[in-house]
């Protein structure tokens, strides 16, 4: 445990003690938020505000100005930010990983129905993508409209993950269904509105949507990656180098929040409901792993749901930095002759 007198010189040496963070209101931003709750960011002398944001736009663009010292940021977008892409270009860095995995594709209950697959908890990836390219060729023959599809951001583990499963099986994500970005808080509302037929995106929404009844679970996405990176901790470069100590006490505060998060499961979920605003029973699927694919059903067992452990979850590496522009050169969103190592080695810095 930290002394009162350990506390105070570490505050001593810190370059800024008053930091303002953001995050979504997602289950991934728990470390975080068990960072402040549990007093791990007083203990390390830090004082600090969490901001909620409603989209991952609101976040990279206050991070960008300097609004937020640093945030809950998806690693694709901190990637797309430091090129430029999107946005102005920022030089950023992702210091820490926060979580692994997570994520599930979500579908409204008529979709689910009308892919007729017997069992999909047991069906593989390449199983369901051949049954929705094969209901997409009924609808093209039959002239009916596009699929519509959600997904969080451009550049999200989301959206790539969903194109690459699609271009696998055979089905173009630009020319055959409709891909948009909405917010994950709003998924559920548009789904329940019939404003899309199904999403892909972090916990809690997937369960959210489950015990609404109004979609059903299609896959998790560790069927598509068992050990996918998803959210960092993003700053800028400039800001990283103006504040070292202060960098490393609020890792040293975070990876707290995310070990005690990982050992009390229950607990976390019912720091996370205040914040979110959910039931904690919508909250605990991802976080215990005990997961239903759809209301009624029983659940399943589904290991590493959603990884916040830091052992294993908080180091940003560089081949998973690699792997995001690999993906983004792959759709034409950054140059061909772009320095991919180069890059991924300047944002995924180890601590």
Same mark, same amino acid.
């Given at each position: 445990?930290?002394?009162?007198?350990?506390?105070?010189?570490?505050?001593?040496?810190?370059?800024?003690?008053?930091?303002?963070?953001?995050?979504?209101?997602?289950?991934?931003?728990?470390?975080?938020?068990?960072?402040?709750?549990?007093?791990?960011?007083?203990?390390?002398?830090?004082?600090?505000?969490?901001?909620?944001?409603?989209?991952?736009?609101?976040?990279?663009?206050?991070?960008?100005?300097?609004?937020?010292?640093?945030?809950?940021?998806?690693?694709?977008?901190?990637?797309?930010?430091?090129?430029?892409?999107?946005?102005?270009?920022?030089?950023?860095?992702?210091?820490?990983?926060?979580?692994?995995?997570?994520?599930?594709?979500?579908?409204?209950?008529?979709?689910?129905?009308?892919?007729?697959?017997?069992?999909?908890?047991?069906?593989?990836?390449?199983?369901?993508? /051949?049954? +929705?390219?094969?209901? =997409?060729? $009924?609808?093209? *023959?039959?002239?009916? %409209?596009?699929?519509?599809? !959600?997904?969080?951001?451009?550049?999200?583990?989301?959206?790539?993950?969903?194109?690459?499963?699609?271009?696998?099986?055979?089905?173009?994500?630009?020319?055959?269904?409709?891909?948009?970005?909405?917010?994950?808080?709003?998924?559920?509302?548009?789904?329940?509105?019939?404003?899309?037929?199904?999403?892909?995106?972090?916990?809690?929404?997937?369960?959210?949507?489950?015990?609404?009844?109004?979609?059903?679970?299609?896959?998790?996405?560790?069927?598509?990656?068992?050990?996918?990176?998803?959210?960092?901790?993003?700053?800028?470069?400039?800001?990283?180098?103006?504040?070292?100590?202060?960098? /490393?006490? +609020?890792?040293?505060? =975070?990876? $707290?929040?995310? *070990?005690?998060?990982? %050992?009390?499961?229950?607990? !976390?979920?019912?720091?996370?409901?205040?914040?979110?605003?959910?039931?904690?029973?919508?909250?605990?699927?991802?976080?215990?792993?005990?997961?239903?694919?759809?209301?009624?059903?029983?659940?399943?067992?589904?290991?590493?749901?959603?990884?916040?452990?830091?052992?294993?979850?908080?180091?940003?590496?560089?081949?998973?930095?690699?792997?995001?522009?690999?993906?983004?050169?792959?759709?034409?969103?950054?140059?061909?002759?772009?320095?991919?190592?180069?890059?991924?080695?300047?944002?995924?810095?180890?601590?």
């Amino acid at each position: 445990m930290t002394t009162p007198q350990q506390t105070t010189q570490q505050a001593s040496a810190l370059e800024k003690d008053k930091l303002t963070l953001g995050y979504m209101p997602l289950t991934d931003a728990l470390p975080l938020i068990a960072a402040q709750e549990m007093g791990y960011f007083r203990h390390a002398g830090l004082n600090v505000t969490l901001q909620q944001e409603v989209s991952w736009a609101n976040i990279r663009d206050k991070v960008i100005v300097g609004h937020f010292d640093a945030a809950q940021m998806l690693a694709p977008m901190l990637l797309a930010t430091h090129l430029g892409i999107g946005c102005l270009r920022k030089p950023m860095q992702a210091p820490m990983s926060l979580a692994l995995n997570g994520n599930a594709l979500t579908v409204s209950n008529t979709l689910a129905e009308t892919l007729a697959v017997d069992d999909i908890a047991s069906s593989s990836a390449q199983q369901l993508g /051949q049954q +929705l390219a094969t209901l =997409i060729q $009924q609808r093209q *023959q039959n002239e009916q %409209e596009k699929l519509v599809f !959600a997904v969080v951001f451009p550049f999200s583990i989301h959206n790539l993950l969903m194109r690459d499963w699609l271009a696998d099986a055979g089905i173009d994500p630009d020319k055959d269904i409709e891909l948009l970005v909405l917010p994950p808080s709003q998924m559920v509302d548009h789904l329940k509105l019939q404003h899309i037929d199904g999403f892909f995106a972090g916990a809690p929404w997937n369960s959210v949507a489950i015990q609404q009844g109004v979609g059903q679970c299609l896959m998790p996405a560790t069927k598509l990656w068992q050990q996918a990176p998803d959210k960092v901790l993003g700053v800028t470069q400039k800001w990283a180098q103006q504040h070292p100590n202060t960098l /490393q006490a +609020l890792i040293h505060a =975070i990876s $707290q929040g995310a *070990q005690w998060c990982h %050992e009390h499961p229950e607990k !976390a979920a019912e720091l996370l409901a205040e914040a979110l605003e959910q039931p904690a029973e919508a909250l605990l699927p991802a976080l215990t792993g005990e997961f239903r694919y759809k209301l009624g059903d029983s659940p399943v067992s589904i290991h590493n749901m959603l990884v916040l452990d830091p052992l294993q979850a908080g180091d940003a590496k560089v081949e998973h930095g690699e792997w995001f522009l690999q993906q983004m050169q792959r759709w034409g969103w950054i140059q061909a002759d772009t320095d991919i190592k180069h890059v991924a080695q300047e944002c995924f810095s180890s601590r």
